[in-house]
């Protein structure tokens, strides 16, 4: 049990720092083009490369899902990938990197409060705490000049 913990730590902590490096090569993209431009181009790149290694590494998954799991993967993709993206892309080309993603950061608190709502999932002391620390630090961030 704790090697699946750890493991999943350090996947997310991956996961955040392609995030980060992906967000310096959008922001040297936007001093050339608009958001919308950068938001098309990086969607397909990310297709081609998304479906290369699904097809390559996952083959057997891939066709094997369920009509639900499969429309509740489109509905994510749908908000995430052009929606989310271009969000994202446009807020970074106007607040820049280190205003834009510690706001754009906030999710958890977006995820959390949907678990909750949605899922059935409890709410506990550390859910509130890291809630408050949450809200806490995009305050001084976007108050910050």
Do not use: Y
């Amino acid at each position: 049990m704790l090697e699946v913990i750890i493991t999943g730590i350090a996947l997310a902590l991956l996961a955040s720092l392609c995030w980060a490096v992906s967000a310096v090569f959008v922001r040297l993209s936007l001093n050339d083009l608009r958001s919308s431009t950068t938001t098309i181009i990086s969607l397909i790149s990310g297709i081609v490369a998304t479906m290369t290694l699904s097809l390559i590494l996952f083959w057997d998954p891939v066709f094997d899902l369920s009509i639900q799991t499969f429309k509740w993967l489109i509905l994510a993709g749908i908000l995430t990938v052009p929606f989310g993206r271009f969000l994202n892309f446009s807020s970074v080309q106007r607040l820049g990197i280190s205003r834009a993603l510690p706001i754009i950061g906030i999710a958890p608190l977006f995820a959390a409060s949907f678990a909750v709502l949605f899922l059935g999932e409890h709410v506990t002391i550390p859910l509130l705490a890291g809630t408050i620390s949450i809200i806490s630090g995009v305050a001084l961030i976007v108050s910050s000049k």
